[in-house]
């Protein structure tokens, strides 16, 4: 089994770089593997539609390990709300036949996510936000506490976010 974060960097030259981390145990510190993909032109940003132009950026590197992965940790929420409204993760959750977990993990509260579950890393105040589809929601904010890193952010979360931005 596989397990994978992943973050996309839209670059000025409306270009985006995603990363993925590879990783086997949800307390791994380092990835076992690192993959970069391009996506010449991203679709433009449509409020309220963020998904149309995320997936087609994270399904090319997903795909090919379909078989082998046990979860997708994502920077986001799979749902927006109590009542299920999809958000990204959601959406991710659906391309990949339902087959795969999705874990959307967000820095950020909004109007309608108290449905969320609040996550305590570190010393810092400020909570991380998890919700899920395809695993429960306490298993997936359990997971999130098990990752390595003495911060609010785990360790791979930050790498991965750093390695779309950096990526040349």
Request: proline share 7%; aromatic share 8%.
């Amino acid at each position: 089994m596989i397990l994978t974060c992943m973050d996309v960097d839209y670059r000025e030259d409306g270009s985006a770089r995603t990363a993925a981390l590879l990783f086997e145990q949800w307390n791994d510190v380092q990835e076992t593997e690192t993959r970069l993909h391009t996506v010449p032109q991203a679709a433009p940003y449509e409020p309220g539609a963020f998904y149309k132009r995320e997936l087609p950026c994270l399904l090319p590197v997903l795909e090919p390990l379909a078989a082998q992965l046990g979860a997708v940790v994502i920077d986001g929420y799979v749902t927006l709300d109590a009542e299920g409204s999809p958000g990204l993760g959601w959406y991710l959750f659906q391309a990949l036949e339902g087959a795969i977990p999705v874990i959307g993990v967000a820095k950020t509260a909004f109007r309608g996510s108290a449905h969320a579950q609040a996550v305590q890393r570190g010393s810092g105040s400020r909570p991380l936000y998890v919700t899920a589809a395809g695993i429960d929601v306490l298993d997936a904010a359990e997971h999130l506490r098990q990752m390595a890193g003495p911060h609010r952010i785990p360790r791979l979360l930050g790498r991965v976010d750093r390695a779309c931005r950096e990526a040349i």
